[in-house]
T-cell receptor
C-alpha cells in the first residue's frame, strides 16, 4: 500500500499563470477529496469525487478552479489566472467509499504565488 | 453551519507531563469525529475515528474520548516526538462527505 501521492510537492508561480496539480489515491479507494490549508488553519474542503463523478463543490471553489478525475483513478486540480491569495497547501485525500469512511491524506502540494 | 472549535491553540508540555486537548463540535447528528496529527509541511496523518458518545480509542500514549458535545485527546507521559499539530474534524451533516476541521492544537513537548 503506497498511500496517497501528490505531484508536485512544491510549486512557485507568478500571478496570472495557470498551475495544475495531480493526486493519485490509494488504489482501491473510489472517493477522492481536495482540501486547501493556509498557515495556522485547518484544511478547508474544496471538492470531492466518487469514481469519476464530481459530487460536491465548495463555495470556496471559484470559477478559476477546476478539478477532474477522468477515469476514476488519479485526479487533477487546475487553478487558472493564479492570485496571491491562492498561496496555500493543497491536500488530496481518498477513502474507500464504504465502511468506516476514513479519509487518508497525501503529503500535499505547497503553492506560492508571487 | 458545522463548526469545530479546538482548545488550546498551543500547548507546551515537559516530557512526561500528561494533558488533554479539547474539540467541541456543533453537528446534532454526528456522523464521525476524527483526530489527525500533522507535522510541519506534511499532510494530516489519521489517528482515530469516534462515532458515539462514550466511545474511547487508544494508540500508544494517545487516547481519544467522545461525549455528546465534545471530544478529548488525552496524551499520557508525552515524548518530544509527540510534538505536532493535532487536528479534529467532524463529517458534515446533511449527507455531505466533507470533513469540517478545527484550527488545530499545536503541541510542543520539551525534553
Amino acid at each position: 500500500d503506497t498511500g496517497v501521492s501528490q505531484d508536485p510537492r512544491h510549486k512557485i508561480t507568478k500571478r496570472g499563470q495557470n498551475v495544475t496539480f495531480r493526486c493519485d489515491p490509494i488504489s482501491e479507494h473510489n472517493r477522492l477529496y481536495w482540501y486547501r490549508q493556509t498557515l495556522g488553519q485547518g484544511p478547508e474542503f474544496l471538492t470531492y469525487f466518487q469514481n469519476e463523478a464530481q459530487l460536491e463543490k465548495s463555495r470556496l471553489l471559484s470559477d478559476r478552479f477546476s478539478a477532474e478525475r477522468p477515469k476514476g483513478s488519479f485526479s487533477t486540480l487546475e487553478i487558472q489566472r493564479t492570485e496571491q491569495g491562492d498561496s496555500a497547501m493543497y491536500l488530496c485525500a481518498s477513502s474507500l467509499g464504504s465502511g468506516p469512511e476514513t479519509q487518508y491524506f497525501g503529503p500535499g502540494t505547497r503553492l506560492l504565488v508571487l | 453551519e458545522d463548526q469545530v472549535t479546538q482548545s488550546p491553540e498551543a500547548l507546551r508540555l515537559q516530557e512526561g507531563e500528561s494533558s488533554s486537548l479539547n474539540c467541541s463540535y456543533t453537528v446534532s447528528g454526528l456522523r464521525g469525529l476524527f483526530w489527525y496529527r500533522q507535522d510541519p509541511g506534511k499532510g494530516p496523518e489519521f489517528l482515530f475515528t469516534l462515532y458515539s458518545a462514550g466511545e474511547e480509542k487508544e494508540k500508544e500514549r494517545l487516547k481519544a474520548t467522545l461525549t455528546k458535545k465534545e471530544s478529548f485527546l488525552h496524551i499520557t507521559a508525552p515524548k518530544p516526538e509527540d510534538s505536532a499539530t493535532y487536528l479534529c474534524a467532524e463529517r458534515a451533516q446533511g449527507g455531505s462527505e466533507k470533513l469540517v476541521f478545527g484550527k488545530g492544537t499545536k503541541l510542543t513537548v520539551n525534553p
